[in-house]
């Protein structure tokens, strides 16, 4: 009887909204004014507080990366797919169509893909293709040779990710041959 008499303490304050995540902790960090508007405006937007709306990011973010290695796998996996994504930006910014709805735009895709899948497992044996977005945003020269060919938009981004091929040489030597033609002529 004595158990039963025993008084629980009465929680006060705002019951918490999932008990079974656990207790939660407060943090803080600093954010400059234009994010903070931001992210005040989203919250107001998506019905949250603005501490709601920053766990939400944090929390989608953790799961954004969880759902990446489920569909993807391996980092280099991911590396590839990315690379891929680059050549498709490019190529598209090149024709100003969608791969997908252009035949010559799916043709030139194609062989781009075909080209940095020789680069990536023949020339370099799977060497991890780091930074793909380097150099996503160029355009080609008018003047390199097979201007709209998709192997060239997949040459011209290894060269802009550092892979030494083949056609690297072969640029770098006609672009020292154009350099002493134009030298000749002066």
């Known amino acids: 009887m004595a158990e039963a008499e025993k008084k629980v303490a009465k929680r006060t304050g705002r019951p918490p909204k999932n008990p079974e995540l656990g207790k939660r902790i407060n943090v803080m960090f600093r954010l400059n004014e234009a994010r903070r508007d931001q992210l005040m405006r989203d919250a107001e937007r998506n019905g949250r507080s603005m501490s709601e709306e920053i766990e939400y990011r944090l929390e989608r973010s953790y799961t954004d990366v969880d759902a990446i ?41 194609y062989s781009a893909i075909t080209r940095i899948m020789h680069l990536y497992f023949e020339e370099h044996k799977g060497e991890l293709l780091s930074k793909p977005e380097i150099g996503k945003n160029q355009k080609l020269p008018a003047d390199h040779p097979g201007y709209f060919l998709g192997m060239t938009c997949a040459d011209a981004l290894s060269l802009a990710m550092g892979l030494d091929t083949s056609v690297k040489k072969n640029w770098d030597e006609f672009m020292k041959t154009r350099q002493d033609q134009t030298q000749a002529n002066n």
């Not at 490019?90 to 799916?106: A, F, V």
């Open 69 to 109: 290695s489920r569909y993807f796998g391996r980092p280099e996996t991911v590396e590839l797919a990315l690379t891929i994504s680059s050549l498709s930006d490019r190529i598209e910014k090149e024709t100003g169509k969608k791969w997908s709805e252009d035949s010559y735009t799916m043709k030139m895709f």
